[in-house]
Structures are given as C-alpha cells and as structure tokens.
DNA sequence: AATATCAGGTTGTCAGACAACTGGTGACCA
DNA sequence: TGGTCACCAGTTGTCTGACAACCTGATATT
C-alpha cells in the first residue's frame, strides 16, 4: 500500500561526498591538505567533471573545504565551517541516535527558560491544547502512541518559537524534523502506552505550568526533569534498533 | 602587511543560493512550490546551467530542496532539512550575533554538566594551564586581551570535548568559530582589559572547580552564572557595531 | 644575481548534447 | 461514451569539450 518505492539511488555527487567526508571523517584527509585536482577526481571516480564541481560545491558550501582558482581545493580548518549537519550515518548507531538526542534536549532545555519569560496568552493556549491532545490521545488505543508523540513534538516546537531566539528554532526544528522519523516508529510500536504517557504528560503539565507563570527557574527545572526522563524511558527500551 | 586582499568576489553560484534563500525567507518563495526550471533560473540569472546545478546542488544538500527528474525541483518542509547552517547575514545585526552568542552558551552550559560527569585527570589539568593563561594575560598590557579572548575559547573547547558527544562538540566549534570572527575585534578593542577579566577569571575558575570536583549541578550553575555575565557585559558595551 | 617571460596546471564558467524520466494530451478502440 | 495506450514536450542527471582567469614554478634574459 504505502511501500512507496524507497529505491533512492543515491546521486553521483552525494556519493562523491560521502566519500570525501569519509576519508576527512576517517583521518586521511586533513585540515590543510589539498584535494586531487577536479580533473583527477573525475577520473578516479569515473564520473564528468561537472559532477565532481557539485559534490565540491557543497563542500564548500559548509565550509570544510576552499578553493582558490589556479591552486586548488584545500580541506579549510574545524572552525572554518559554516553548517552543523546531520548526515544518515549519525542515526546507524543508537549511542549516536541519543547523543543527538541529548543536544536537542539540552537546547530545549534551556531555552524553556526563555519561554517562561516571553510568554503570550497565545502560546500558553496553544500548550494547553497541546496537553489536551495528550490526554486525549490516551483513550486512543489505535492511533494513540502516535498522536501522543507528534503531540511532544509539537509542545517542543512552541517552546521554542516562545523563545524569540530563530536560530534555536531552526536548530531544534532541524534536530528534531530528522531524530522524529527515526523514533516515530520505536515510540509508537510495542508502547505500553497508557502508564507511561500519563507520567510524561504529567511532566509536561508541570512545565507548561511553569512557562505560564513566567518562572524561568521553574521551567528550565521542569524541562529538564521531563525531557531527561524521556531520554532515559526511550534509551531503556529493549527495542531500539542498534545496526 | 596582513592586508591579505579580501577581494572575495562571490561566485556566481553563491550568489544564486543567496537570491533564492533570501527569496525563500522573505517568503516568495514557500515548501512546496516548484522552483523555475533550471534553463529557466539560468536565463533570469544570466548564467550557464552548470551554474544553477551547482547553485541548487547546495540547496539539496540542506535539504532546503528535493528535486525529481523530469518534474523539477521543490521547496521542501523545514523539518525536512539536515543542517543548520549560520549564513553571513546572521552577522549584520547586533540582536542577531547576541542570539548566536545565546545558542553558543547555551548548549555550553548544559554540557557544563556532562562535562563534570565525564572529566579526566588530562582535561583538568588542560583547564588549569588556561587559567593560568589568562592570569598572566592580565600582566601583557600589549595582547593581553587577545589572549584572554582565546584563552576563554579554548576552555569553551575544552568542556564541549569532555563532554563527550562529538555531535555538540561541533556544534559549538562551528558557532564559536562564526561567532568569534566578529567578536574579536570588539573583544580587544577598547578593553578596559584587568578588572574586567579579573571577574571573568575568577568565573570561569569557579566553573573549572565544579568540573573538578565532578559536580554536574555545580557545573551547571557555574557555567551559567559566567557565560551569562559575559553576555551581558559584551551586550552592554556601546561599541558592538550595529551595521 | 635579479628580473622578466613563459608554460602547464587548476578553478570558474559557458555551450551543447543525450539519456532517463514524468505528466498530460490526444488518438484509437471497444 | 468510456477506457487504454502511444506519444510528446518538458525536466533533471550526466557527459563532453572549450575557454578565460589565475597561480606556481621553471626558464630565459639582462
């Protein structure tokens, strides 16, 4: 019904990336080195020239590599970059799946406190018809699990709009957009959901309380008890995938 | 001397990115739309098709596009994107750069704590010589404000490798490095460097002490009691130039 | 020895071509 | 009339070849 034909056939140029960023990954490229001419690449991966350009282009796009006409392309310095970037294989591994996990959490985190400050009537209604889903979600036995966690993320998502600070919001809409397809499936199969949702909704009432009361203390506290418990439910399932 | 000739004529594909991402902020441009054709783009733009490949190559990469052959190339959902990338722009104004700066400790602070949980005899004795370091910067009344800036950089560096999530590690070595390029200036310039510093200093070995003594929650308090003043006192400084 | 010139290599851009693929149109047929 | 199918124009992905601008190092010249 619904295969949709995953065939993705990578393009030449992101598998010419994902080669480059290997070898930089792997230590045999490093910053300061010149990469093979343009021409060399081409033949050595068998492809045109055009296509080498692009996969350098988008390297270059993030910064990990400068190109000087008449010299070359050289690997640019760690803090030369300009993107933090989540490539597929961060998600092959679980440990790295909950370090990115972690890093989302944290920002939210922090910048609950925030919300708690530049609250509106707005947002305080919008989380507690949030919370209202949640609950609601509960007596769904059907589609419940999956309801309850595009809920959290959606608590997630105000949160960080509250915040007034865009570039936290794109980070977390960013982690989260690409961590979210990969925990869909594990939150919402195999949830005894009842009992635990309860208790994660209870944790979020209490930091939408907070937020409402303009508590930044309260809210970062809460926050982090919820979003810390979470973590540990989802890293204490058996059924997390580990490739 | 180290006029180093920053002629910096942008490339024709940078520019194309920029034109269509800042088409694409100002909302011309919203998920889900076809993007012109790529002849199309090259005509209104007055370049070669290699050009636009190259220019929307980028694009893709973010995923900020997705194209299909034979129908064409579409803006996508934000959740879909895979990086968070800090553009030129974030730089022109000084609310922009305190945000970025907020971002930065941010994530920082929360990692302040991880940090103290997972130290080592190495990382502790790397945080003291720092210290010592912007001791006796205090004493050089020539680059002394240079080096208390860098040194305050390193110890950034530092924490964010303790805490082990290689993940945030970059994250913050990509926004210090953005961040850090517009902030040193201002940071050396006028600096009313020792008493100033003298506060900043003995924060900062508060914070180191935290970490010492493994005490996450310490760490945390420490950490933002520090990166917090700094803010603010960059913030109040009248000459952080506002473009 | 110091300087000017040149040749080769490299990136940036251009132009044109073709294959694979898609969506819709219109012809054809039952 | 209604459904099927071949076809066509448009689009992306890739290839090829070319040239300009530029840099580096070697060579020739003074």
Redesign the interface.
Known sequence: MKVKSLDRSPSL?EEI?ASLTSALHAGELRPGDRLPSEQALANEFGVAR?VV??AI??LK??GVVQSRVGVGAFIA???????????PA?FQKRK?LL??L??RN??V???AA?AALARSKRDIARMEAILKEMREAIADSEHGAERHFEAERQLIHVIAKMAD????L??I??????I?EKLRSVAVKNTKATELAAVAIEEQARLVEAIKHGDPVAARDKARKHYDNAARRLADRADLADV
Do not use: W
């Open positions: 140029p990336v055009t350009r692009e282009s988008q796009y993030d310095q760690p803090q030369e970059r300009t993107a933090f970037r989540i490539s961060c790295e370090k990115l972690r890093l944290g920002v985190i922090e910048f925030d600070n865009e570039h936290a794109n980070f809409v960013m982690i989260d957009g690409q979210a």
